[in-house]
């Protein structure tokens, strides 16, 4: 069974903090990783995706991922309360079914 | 948005009654996948598929069949519907630009079954 694991949380930080929220992955085939955006009710959205090792940035995100140690986060600066949200990864396995799976996701709250 | 529509939105049915819900897409996206959703278990696979005709097995599919006759149309049957499979389903599609094409959802169906 591959696997997707994240903390469930909740993570609490407050307004203007770093908001760091991590994943690990038991497939070494994976080619791809995704973060989405839940809101209550709503569907997941996609927030960044990355694929090298290293960090990739986009405005107050950045993914970092880590092949070797099997371990992809993801950073959001200057944190607000608008960013309060389930925080889903996911990964995408080798082969070429383009299979997705999913971690059960972070609650993220960020406090005024 | 992405051009991916789910049919019902909500859908209230007795255990043991046969359930048909439907994703349908405008962007001819190869693969279409259907997921479920519930408290301490994230998204978790259902069916999938990558072409007409061509499906394959996730992570939850017992009491689950699917159907894809069209590349638009990828339907998700439970047969006899039990209170366990009372959750939120999403249909996802995904095209095959490349290695980052992410999966666009579309907007859930809430099934009770009662």
């Known amino acids: 069974q591959k696997e997707v694991e994240q903390n469930s949380g909740p993570l609490s930080v407050p307004e203007g903090a770093i908001a760091s929220l991590n994943c690990t992955y038991s497939?070494?085939?994976?080619?791809?990783f995704f973060w989405y955006r839940q809101y209550s009710g709503k569907s997941p959205e996609l927030i960044m995706f990355?694929?090298?090792?290293g960090d990739k940035e986009d405005g107050r995100f950045t993914a970092q991922l880590n092949k070797a140690s099997q371990y992809v986060s993801l950073l959001i600066r200057d944190s607000q309360p608008s960013d309060s949200a389930t925080y889903l990864c996911?990964?995408?396995?080798?082969?070429?079914?383009?299979?997705?799976?999913f971690g059960k996701g972070t609650l993220l709250t960020v406090n005024p | 948005d992405a051009g991916i529509t789910q049919s019902p939105r909500h859908k209230v049915t007795e255990t043991g009654t046969p359930v048909t819900l439907r994703c349908h897409q405008t962007?001819?996206?190869?693969?279409m996948y259907w997921y479920r959703q519930d408290p301490g278990h994230g998204l978790r696979l259902i069916h999938y598929?990558?072409?007409?005709?061509?499906?394959d097995k996730g992570e939850v599919s017992d009491g689950y069949s699917v159907s894809r006759s069209k590349t638009e149309d990828f339907l998700l049957t439970l047969e006899s519907a039990t209170s366990s499979q009372t959750s939120v389903y999403f249909c996802?599609?995904?095209?095959?630009?490349?290695?980052?094409?992410?999966?666009?959802f579309g907007q859930g169906t809430r099934l009770t079954v009662v």
């Open positions: 996802a599609i995904r095209g095959d630009r490349g290695q980052d094409t992410e999966a666009f």
């Open positions: 497939d070494r085939g994976s080619q791809s």
């Open positions: 990355i694929y090298s090792n």
């Open positions: 996911a990964v995408k396995s080798g082969g070429s079914n383009y299979k997705l799976t």
């Open positions: 962007e001819n996206h190869r693969y």
């Open positions: 598929s990558y072409g007409v005709k061509d499906t």
